[in-house]
Structures are given as C-alpha cells and as structure tokens.
C-alpha cells in the first residue's frame, strides 16, 4: 500500500515538474514570437514619429517580415513617399510665392525710385547698406532680411507727396518740408494694411527720427526708436550723401563716413555706428553698394512698366532734406565718379 502511494506520488511530481516546463517554454517561445511580430510594429511606430516630426524621407525595412507586416509596411512607404513629394511640391510653391512677392516689392520700390534719375536705385542701395549694418551687429539672418525689406520700402510714403515738392532743386520752405515729413506716415499707414508687411511699419514710420529726440513724425528719443528705423536712418543718410541729387554733387565715401561719425550720438545711436564703420572698414558695405548697383533688366522692365501705367511718384530723398545736416562741400570731396559696377 506504502509503495502504490509512493508511486502515484512519484507520478504527480513528474506531472507537475513537466507541466511547468511545457508553461515555460511556452513563455519563451511566446516571448520571441512578440518580440518578432512587434519590433516591425514599434519600427513602424518610430518611423511615424520621424515623419510626424518632419523627417519625411523615412522608410520602413521590409526585409524579414511577414507578408501581412510587409504588405503593411510597403504600404505605410507608399504613403509616406507621397507625402513627402507632396510636401517638397509646397515648398517649392511657397519658395516661388516668395520670390514673385519680393519680386513685386522690389520692383515697386524700384517705380518710386525711377522718376527722378538722381534718386534711382536708392532703395536698392539702402536695403543693401542696412543689411550689411545689421549682419555687422550680429543680428540673425532672419533680422538681417527683416531690415533689408524695411529698408527697401522705407520711402514708399513719397508716392502720396506732391511730385514738385520731391523734385525741387533747392532748399524746402517750412511748408514744403512739413509736407515732405508727412511720407513717413503715409508710407506706414500703407503697410500697416498689408498684414505680411505690419512687422516693418517702424522702420518706414521711424526711420527719420533722431537719437537725440529731435527727429520726425513723433520725436522718438534713444532706446525708444526701433533698432530696425536706426540702423536704416544710417543707411539712408549714406546713401544720400554719396549721390548726386539737383541741389547737390555726390560727396565722396570717406567724407560720409565722417559725417555719419560726427552726427553720432545727435542723430544716429553710437551702436549702429560702430556697425556701421566696421561693415565700411572690411569693404562690406562697397560691396553691398556695388551689387545693388546692378538691376536687373527684369526689375527695370517692371519698374518702368508701373511707372508708365500708374504714374506712380518717384523720390528717394527729396531736395533740402539731408542739406540740413550737412557744411558746404568742399570741391575736393566731390565724388567725380560713382562705384563702378
């Protein structure tokens, strides 16, 4: 009787240990059959969320799957190649749009510009200045564009000033030159309309008033002045100096520089000055003239084009306005030639 019971005690604990080895080898080979069914899955999960991210060229490695993953995978690459060919076709449009918009605002800026010959290009050069100032600050490449854009309409209000006031060839009388001061308002409360262009409203509102606080339309004093309207007032006053205009022979660079340096902290932040002297000390801003000298024939073909369809009235820097802070002209610093190209 003691033996039976030992044997079927014998028996229950072979069962039992086998029992327990079958269940573990069942979570084993459970285990890699997870492993090999869900790593495709987390691949696919990850690859997603690179996509999402903007990675839009990932792919999912088909290689080893199961047809079903396969097939789910080959499709997820389908729709992921599509998108990405969708996304490079909206880049590519955006990048078009861009260039026809900035096309358009050169080619306006440059209409203002065209029906005074001793103004034309000046929006051109002043952009190209201001940038080269901004760069020579340290600004980043975003601001750096930011203040191109500001300064390359930063005249557009002249298009709602009398066309005899903007081309007189002397001196402005009280009521001429208040006349003259109203641009810089008109011109924001035109690019105050364009919600795209709001953000360079200060540089075109601004970009007359001085560090000292004596400036136009608002007496703006200092710090108070946007960076973007005293780095272009700079630009402006270079630019105006070194062309000839009907009250005046261009001054030579040399003697600008000298009177941007004198009229620091009156009229310009010493800051933007010293930007400024660097950037025309390591030939940058030469070169920036230099390029922006050069118009394409596109951008003259269009400013003409609006010129003669609209009328539009051109004037970059009005008779009288930067005589002010200027002593007479020496003959001798009388530019006898502008850059070459």
Not at 123 to 136: F, G, H
Not at 185 to 192: F, K, Q, R, T
């Amino acid at each position: 009787m003691t033996a039976a019971f030992a044997a079927v005690g014998r028996m229950i604990y072979r069962t039992v240990l086998i029992s327990l080895l079958l269940v573990a080898l069942a979570a084993f080979f459970a285990l890699l059959a997870s492993r090999w069914v869900g790593k495709p899955v987390q691949h696919l999960a990850e690859t997603s969320h690179e996509i999402a991210a903007g990675n839009f060229g990932q792919r999912v490695d088909t290689l080893g799957l199961t047809f079903e993953m396969a097939d789910l995978a080959d499709n997820f690459n389908r729709m992921s190649g599509h998108v990405e060919s969708y996304v490079e076709q909206l880049k590519r449009a955006a990048a078009a749009n861009r260039e026809l918009f900035i096309g358009s605002i050169r080619a306006f800026a440059a209409a203002i510009d065209a029906k005074d010959p001793y103004t034309r290009g000046h929006s051109e050069r002043v952009a190209a200045v201001s940038r080269s100032i901004a760069s020579s600050l340290g600004l980043e490449a975003d601001f750096q564009q930011h203040v191109w854009l500001g300064a390359l309409l930063h005249d557009v209000g002249k298009i709602g000033v009398d066309d005899r006031i903007l081309k007189k060839g002397g001196v402005l009388t009280p009521e001429e030159f208040d006349q003259m001061k109203l641009h810089t308002v008109i011109g924001a409360e035109i690019m105050a309309r364009i919600e795209q262009l709001r953000d360079i409203v200060p540089a075109i509102r601004w970009h007359h008033e001085n560090w000292n606080g004596r400036g136009y339309p608002d007496a703006l004093r200092g710090e108070d002045i946007p960076l973007i309207a005293r780095i272009i007032a700079v630009a402006d006053t270079f630019d105006a100096v070194t062309t000839s205009r009907p009250y005046q022979q261009a001054y030579t660079l040399e003697f600008a520089v000298e009177t941007i340096t004198k009229l620091t902290g009156t009229r310009f932040d010493a800051k933007i000055t010293t930007a400024f002297l660097k950037a025309f000390n390591t030939g940058l801003i030469e070169n920036a003239i230099r390029r922006a000298s050069q118009p394409t024939e596109q951008m003259e073909a269009s400013a003409a084009l609006m010129v003669s369809d609209v009328g539009i009235v051109g004037s970059s820097q009005a008779a009288g306005e930067p005589s002010a802070a200027l002593p007479p002209m020496p003959k001798e610093r009388r530019a006898t030639a502008r850059l070459k190209p």
